[in-house]
């Protein structure tokens, strides 16, 4: 798992060195927009297929999705030609709160990725200004852990995947910075192991909002 998550990384790195070392050779004189962002928001956890199914086989117990936090950086290249469109890379972790489950146990949900995005200002035609609607295509892991304390009582599961994320905001503009408010939404697929069961599929995903500031 670990290895496929540094492959992914290393990859993304080396598609946008191409990308800066292109646009570096085809205009030497003019300095290449990059945008930093980072963001919270709030969302709510999204169970698909037989992930209740899935979860029960791993702990003898299952719960309902609950909500979370988001915490996200990135970056986005929007040279000025490209009128309003930015491609760049985004992390985003959520933890989720604690809820109760099927057996009366605590359960912890948390689940980040890292993706390649494109974010699109269509009206405005220009970068960090108006309506944008942004697609990302990540790779990452979930980690839920079910937990008793009065019994002693420890689980684990982990499963890594894929996510396919979309939103549409609201960019305000300030003098250096700017402000965003967006609503996401996310589908991962991902896949763990079960002791004494083998493999299974984990399908699920987030509704929510972000605050993101740009500079």
């Known amino acids: 798992m670990k290895k496929s998550i540094l492959t992914f990384a290393v990859s993304i790195s080396c598609l946008f060195a191409q990308m800066v070392s292109a646009q570096t050779t085809t205009d030497k004189k003019t300095k290449l927009p990059i945008y930093g962002e980072i963001g919270l928001g709030f969302g709510q956890t999204l169970f698909w297929s ?64 890292l993706a390649i995005t494109a974010k699109y200002y269509a009206i405005s035609n220009e970068f960090n200004k108006g309506l944008y609607v942004r697609g990302s295509f990540g790779f990452g892991q979930f980690t839920t852990k079910r937990v008793n304390e009065a019994t002693n009582l420890y689980k684990h599961q982990y499963a890594i995947g894929t996510s396919l994320m979309g939103g549409i905001g609201y960019t305000i503009p300030f003098k250096k910075t700017a402000l965003s408010f967006e609503a996401e939404f996310e589908y991962s697929n991902r896949n763990g192991t079960i002791d004494g069961k083998g493999d299974a599929g984990y399908q699920s995903g987030q509704i929510g909002g972000n605050i993101i500031l740009s500079f």
């Open 50 to 113: 037989d992930m209740k199914m899935q979860l029960t086989k791993s702990y003898g117990g299952a719960f309902e999705p609950g909500t979370g936090n988001n915490l996200m950086m990135g970056f986005y290249i929007a040279p000025e030609n490209w009128k309003g469109l930015g491609i760049g890379s985004r992390i985003k972790g959520t933890f989720g709160t604690s809820v109760k489950g099927d057996n009366g146990d605590s359960y912890i949900f948390n689940y980040y990725n």
